[in-house]
């Protein structure tokens, strides 16, 4: 099992721009989250999904959009990029919900400038 | 607002030695506190976790002790190494669908030897 896989792993973008981050798990699990993490910051919660075609919104969800078409893919969506933006994204997956352990990406690092 | 603070923000020991990581939470109906570990260029990992019905737990060389009337939860790591040199956090969460982790902000511990 490759577990929790993201692409792309840096991204360089201009303020505007979009772009799509990729998140796949193959554990078969159903519920999956996007957190944003900030230096000194902890994990901030962006967006999560309990199965597929249903997604929520989380803490941070502004400039963000995501879609759950299969139990596997999460991707998560920027649009009209901003500095703010700037951060190391994770996406995670759980075989039950809240208390029980998330299994993590490596991460992806996008720079917004 | 957060729902769970992280002390300290780093700590430094030596090898051998016992650092310990302090938690605080507000919400009395969260049900499931793990400590999750993270290296430099990686996503966290569970490292260990409990519940409360339990003051203390222990994997390892890594112990939590729980202390529910005080809304504290803490790490301890025995005869720390260099290898434990890593980003801590803590995090609570709800069993029930549709919630995810509140994570602490971290804890940079570095481990010299």
């Known amino acids: 099992n490759a577990g929790v896989t993201q692409t792309p792993k840096f991204r360089i973008l201009k303020i505007g721009q979009s772009m799509t981050l990729q998140c796949t798990q193959d554990m078969n699990h159903n519920y999956m989250y996007w957190y944003r993490q900030d230096p000194g910051m902890g994990l901030k919660l962006i967006y999560y999904?309990?199965?597929?075609?249903?997604?929520d919104k989380g803490e941070v969800p502004n400039g963000y959009n995501v879609s759950r078409s299969t139990t596997e893919d999460f991707p998560l969506r920027l649009e009209l990029a901003a500095p703010s933006q700037t951060s190391v994204y994770f996406c995670?997956?759980?075989?039950?919900?809240?208390?029980?352990?998330?299994?993590f990406g490596p991460g992806t690092r996008l720079t917004v400038t | 607002q957060q729902q769970v603070k992280q002390s300290p923000q780093s700590l430094i020991v030596q090898k051998g030695g016992i650092p310990i990581i302090n938690c605080a939470y507000e919400?009395?109906?969260?049900?499931?506190f793990p400590w999750y570990q993270q290296f430099p260029g990686k996503g966290p990992a569970l490292l260990i976790a409990?519940?409360?019905?339990?003051s203390e737990k222990k994997e390892g060389r890594f112990t939590i002790s729980f202390n529910k009337s005080a809304k504290q939860f803490s790490l301890h790591i025995m005869d720390s190494q260099p290898g434990d040199s890593a980003t801590y956090f803590c995090?609570?969460?709800?069993?029930?669908?549709?919630?995810?982790?509140?994570f602490g902000k971290g804890t940079t511990l570095s481990v010299s030897s």
């Open positions: 409990i519940r409360p019905d339990v």
């Open positions: 999904s309990v199965g597929a075609g249903i997604t």
């Open positions: 919400n009395t109906a969260f049900d499931y």
């Open positions: 995090a609570a969460s709800f069993n029930q669908a549709g919630t995810a982790l509140i």
């Open positions: 995670a997956s759980s075989f039950v919900p809240g208390g029980s352990e998330q299994y």
